[in-house]
Structures are given as C-alpha cells and as structure tokens.
C-alpha cells in the first residue's frame, strides 16, 4: 500500500512529492502528461526561473525526484476514479496504452489536477495564445505593457478584469464578442477610466506567426492591437471523485482548509483546483508544499495514534 497517491504533475504535485519524498512518505505521482500551459513559451514570476518554458520546469523537478527511491512516477495515466475503503482509498489508473490498467490502494490522496480550460470560440485563437496572447495577467502582462491591448471574454468578471488589466497599458479594448456580460453601469465605469467596451461578435484574430495585430468584427471593422488576454472558461478537472462527493464551492472549485485538507478525510488538495485565486506557478508550488506538510503531519499523528497515542509514544 502507497502512503500517498498525489493526482497531477504540474507545479503543485511535483513540489508536494518532492517534500512529502523527503518526509520519507512513500508516493505515487500520477501524471497525464497534458498540462493546461503547455501552449505557454515562457513562464514568468517563479523566483529563479523567471521566464523559463513550463515543460523545462517540469523536466527539471523530474530531475531532483530522482534520486528519492520512495517516489514512483506514473507518466502518461489518467486516473478514472478514486474509491474509499476501509484502509484509506483505491485510485484506478489508466494508460494510453492496452495493459497499463491498475489499482493503487493509498491511505490518503492529494488532488492537484488544475482546471481544464476552454477559450473563446474563434477560429485562428490557438495560433496566438500562448505567444502574443495570453490568460493570465500577472504572469504576461509586462511583456505587453504600454501597448494597445484586447481583452476578451464572456464571463461576468470581464470588467473587473479590464480594470487590474488597465494597470500595465493606458489603450485597452474590451470584446465581450456579444455577450451581455458588461452592464451599462460598468461601461459608464470603464470609460471613465479610459477603456473602451466592444459588444460587436468577434470574427476572428488577425496576424501573423504567433504575433496578433487585429481583432476582425463580423461587421468588418478591424480593431488594431500588439497583443491581448482572454478570459476562459474554467473546468475543475476533477469528476473522478465525483462519488465521493468532496464539499466544492458554487463555481465547482473543492473547498479545503489552510493544509489543504477537503471535507473528505484523507483526500487533500493544492493548487488551481481548489477555492480560486493568482494562477501562478510558484503559488501553485507553495500550495503543494503546505499540502505535503499537513499530510505528513496527519499520517504520523495517525501512526502514533494506532500505537496507543502520544503520551505512551514519549514514554
């Protein structure tokens, strides 16, 4: 039996392993192998690695995992539910391959799935996001400052976003690509500040090798800009404990405490998957490893417990 199952490897599975390896936890890491910024060139506010690719980041804490014997790292799974038991917790994984089928049966889990994204319907999006179009704000918008900039969305944040977004450029569009999700309150509000609101449905993106220049209406105006964010669409990746039934928040995110302990005993989670805030890598990171701690805290209080509790275990 596995002491830790940890779902996920981005930022906030591989810092939890690497601390619960080094608290001599034994883990399994299930990884799909699809991160959500893998569109990304560069990654920016992780300290020491500002800029660096995600996928380098990942390669390189693979790297420091290494050597910790404890750790064992299921790359390219997909985990299709996890089950309670009376020990702790049965996780079923699946491979992309006939054969790779398996249980794992664990005392505790920690989800750190992140959320699965879904951008604007717009035919060429793919083709500039990632490189001169981006989703989070605090991570790409000084490479943008100062620049003639797009924001699109249809969710109902979108003005409250364009006001954070109005710090780092004073030419800022708004496309709500004819969602009514803008009051007339709030347009009063972002022209007054300077941002300019266009309901007009999107046609599409214009530009070229990953550098966007235009935003095409459908009634063919072109609106010229050196770059932009949209606002997704946001799925937490997490319907395999859907029978389980974890307390979750209005908006889907699962509701944990300060060590990342769910209202399920036993079942833990860090990072984008939880009650949201900056999506940022280093804060993901942080996340798992105050996760790691809490866990580490619960299995020994547990295994002191089992033996008769703390004062015969100091005596």
């Not at 049965?90 to 664990?106: F, H, L, N, W, Y």
């Not at 490479?143 to 976003?161: H, N, Q, S, V, Y």
């Amino acid at each position: 039996m596995s002491e830790v199952v940890v779902i996920g490897g981005g930022p906030a599975g591989l810092s939890a392993t690497l601390n619960l390896a080094r608290a001599l936890v034994d883990v399994v890491l299930v990884d799909a192998s699809r991160p959500r910024n893998a569109a990304t060139l560069r990654s920016h506010g992780f300290l020491t690695r500002d800029g660096i690719r995600p996928t380098e980041l990942r390669s390189l804490a693979k790297e420091e995992l290494a050597p910790y014997e404890n750790v064992e790292f299921l790359e390219r799974r997909t985990v299709t539910s996890v089950r309670r038991t009376p020990d702790g917790f049965a996780v079923d994984v699946a491979g992309r391959a006939p054969g790779q089928e398996q249980s794992i049966a664990t005392r505790a889990v920690l989800l750190t799935t992140g959320l699965t994204e879904s951008l604007p319907a717009l035919p060429s999006i793919r083709a500039y996001y990632g490189m001169s179009v981006f989703s989070c704000v605090a991570c790409d918008a000084w490479d943008l400052r100062g620049k003639p900039l797009a924001l699109i969305g249809e969710t109902d944040d979108l003005a409250r976003r364009a006001v954070h977004l109005s710090r780092w450029t004073d030419d800022l569009t708004v496309f709500t690509n004819a969602s009514p999700v803008v009051s007339d309150e709030e347009e009063a509000a972002l022209a007054a500040a300077g941002i300019r609101v266009e309901r007009t449905r999107i046609a599409d993106l214009e530009g070229e090798r990953g550098a966007v220049r235009s935003v095409l209406l459908q009634d063919g105006r072109s609106v010229p800009i050196e770059g932009g964010f949209v606002r997704p669409g946001w799925t937490v990746a997490t319907a395999f404990i859907d029978d389980i039934d974890p307390e979750r928040s209005g908006d889907g995110f699962l509701v944990v405490d300060e060590g990342g302990r769910t209202s399920i005993p036993g079942l833990y989670a860090a990072g984008d998957v939880t009650v949201p805030g900056p999506q940022q890598m280093i804060i993901a990171a942080g996340a798992g490893a105050r996760a790691a701690a809490a866990i580490v805290d619960d299995l020994q209080s547990s295994a002191v417990a089992a033996r008769g509790g703390l004062a015969d275990a100091r005596g």
